[in-house]
């Protein structure tokens, strides 16, 4: 095992700054009026919140392009940490319950739920639909916003899918179907008196996974810097607006392999993502298998087995025994800009943009706040 290995990376910030910490700081007995230190200043005694989460929008490749984006650039704030690990589904439930993947157990893309391993944003398999056998409500028991039924600005067609149910079940749908219309129904909401709204952007993360970092992707941040003002345009006397993300982003390519055969030898089969890949060992082959894959991935990768992922707190404290369940045995987490194979983990195209990992182009990203102009 090489020095990086032993090293382990850099992990979420669970008891500071997180996008775990930012529904109950804003959502909790004391409103605004009590922040914690990594919340933007702006935010204190604000009478009403906007939270945009910007997906995909990581810290250090906004940091990179700030010209594309200059009004949130005049924006306040710093970095935060998201979670372990860092993909859509376990971070943007941690955002809406303002939990752990640990305490909710959504704890990555693909998940093993015993019979089957579950794709989490469809909620099903090369099989079909899973809303009958897997309930969102039960895999997911934990109520978002702290049990308040707030106002959600998110695209019209996901509204009623599994997945939303899993972590926006309760809230007051606003669906938009053009970007445009995002802004409008903010500043409507926030005239009528709404305290709190939420609302989701997806276009970053999507043009990053298609297209990768470039002149599309400079395109898309444009887009998103604008989607931002036109939002500060509406904001009324007392209220601010939250900018945040739920995973940064690191180019891949072309850069997939497959484990390696002596370890696929092991393995009965993976879940997760191709940044957090889980191996599930073959009976009786658990410790082989970590030697195995440190062996021959630990130049690129962390690889680490369950128990240490859980007793370091990777995923973070107070982990069930039904989430205990939906890990593998060893987990593939690369340090490097690359991705690990499942010929059972696929889609439409491949991928350029990835995450799931740890590494800070995928840790941090924004926790920024403006108020009125």
Request: with cysteine; proline share 6%.
């Given at each position: 095992m090489n020095s990086k290995q032993l090293l382990g990376p850099r992990l979420p910030?669970?008891?500071?700054?997180?996008?775990?910490?930012?529904?109950?700081?804003l959502l909790g007995p004391s409103g605004t009026k009590e922040i914690p230190s990594w919340m933007p200043g702006c935010v204190q005694g604000a009478r009403q919140v906007v939270l945009l989460v910007i997906d995909g929008l990581g810290?250090?490749?906004?940091?990179?392009?700030?010209?594309?984006?200059?009004?949130?650039?005049?924006?306040?704030?710093?970095?935060i940490t998201t979670i372990a690990p860092t993909t859509t589904v376990s971070a943007l439930?941690?955002?809406?319950t303002g939990l752990a993947p640990a305490e909710h157990g959504l704890v990555g893309y693909r998940i093993d739920m015993g019979s089957r391993v579950m794709q989490m944003l469809k909620w099903g398999d090369e099989k079909g639909d899973l809303r009958n056998m897997y309930p969102p409500d039960l895999i997911q028991p934990c109520p978002p916003f702290m049990g308040a039924s707030v106002p959600v600005l998110s695209k019209a067609e996901l509204e009623g899918s599994a997945f939303t149910e899993a972590h926006l079940r309760g809230v007051r749908h606003k669906g938009w179907r053009a970007a445009s219309s995002i802004a409008v129904e903010v500043g409507q909401l926030l005239r009528a008196g709404e305290k709190f709204i939420y609302a989701y952007y997806d276009g970053v993360d999507k043009i990053a996974h298609e297209r990768g970092f470039g002149s599309f992707y400079e395109a898309e941040l444009r887009s998103a810097d604008a989607l931002v003002a036109n939002i500060q345009e509406v904001l009324v006397d007392g209220s601010v607006l939250i900018v945040t993300a739920d995973h940064g982003q690191v180019m891949v390519g072309t850069n997939t392999l497959p484990p390696h055969p002596e370890v696929l030898a092991m393995t009965s089969h993976q879940s997760g993502e191709g940044?957090?890949?889980?191996?599930?060992?073959?009976?009786?082959?658990?410790?082989?298998?970590?030697?195995?894959?440190?062996?021959h991935h630990g130049d690129v990768a962390w690889v680490v087995g369950k128990d240490q992922i859980i007793d370091e707190q990777w995923l973070g404290p107070r982990l069930g025994a039904a989430t205990r369940k939906r890990l593998g045995d060893v987990a593939l987490v690369p340090r490097e800009p690359i991705s690990f194979d499942d010929p059972a983990d696929s889609g439409p195209y491949l991928l350029q943009c990835r995450h799931g990992a740890l590494t800070d182009d995928e840790l941090d990203v924004p926790l920024l706040a403006i108020t009125r102009n």
């Amino acid at each position: 095992m090489n020095s990086k290995q032993l090293l382990g990376p850099r992990l979420p910030a669970y008891n500071g700054g997180c996008i775990t910490g930012i529904i109950p700081a804003l959502l909790g007995p004391s409103g605004t009026k009590e922040i914690p230190s990594w919340m933007p200043g702006c935010v204190q005694g604000a009478r009403q919140v906007v939270l945009l989460v910007i997906d995909g929008l990581g810290w250090h490749q906004l940091q990179k392009n700030l010209a594309h984006c200059p009004n949130i650039s005049a924006m306040q704030g710093t970095a935060i940490t998201t979670i372990a690990p860092t993909t859509t589904v376990s971070a943007l439930t941690s955002i809406t319950t303002g939990l752990a993947p640990a305490e909710h157990g959504l704890v990555g893309y693909r998940i093993d739920m015993g019979s089957r391993v579950m794709q989490m944003l469809k909620w099903g398999d090369e099989k079909g639909d899973l809303r009958n056998m897997y309930p969102p409500d039960l895999i997911q028991p934990c109520p978002p916003f702290m049990g308040a039924s707030v106002p959600v600005l998110s695209k019209a067609e996901l509204e009623g899918s599994a997945f939303t149910e899993a972590h926006l079940r309760g809230v007051r749908h606003k669906g938009w179907r053009a970007a445009s219309s995002i802004a409008v129904e903010v500043g409507q909401l926030l005239r009528a008196g709404e305290k709190f709204i939420y609302a989701y952007y997806d276009g970053v993360d999507k043009i990053a996974h298609e297209r990768g970092f470039g002149s599309f992707y400079e395109a898309e941040l444009r887009s998103a810097d604008a989607l931002v003002a036109n939002i500060q345009e509406v904001l009324v006397d007392g209220s601010v607006l939250i900018v945040t993300a739920d995973h940064g982003q690191v180019m891949v390519g072309t850069n997939t392999l497959p484990p390696h055969p002596e370890v696929l030898a092991m393995t009965s089969h993976q879940s997760g993502e191709g940044r957090f890949r889980w191996l599930h060992s073959r009976k009786g082959t658990e410790v082989e298998l970590l030697a195995r894959a440190q062996q021959h991935h630990g130049d690129v990768a962390w690889v680490v087995g369950k128990d240490q992922i859980i007793d370091e707190q990777w995923l973070g404290p107070r982990l069930g025994a039904a989430t205990r369940k939906r890990l593998g045995d060893v987990a593939l987490v690369p340090r490097e800009p690359i991705s690990f194979d499942d010929p059972a983990d696929s889609g439409p195209y491949l991928l350029q943009c990835r995450h799931g990992a740890l590494t800070d182009d995928e840790l941090d990203v924004p926790l920024l706040a403006i108020t009125r102009n």
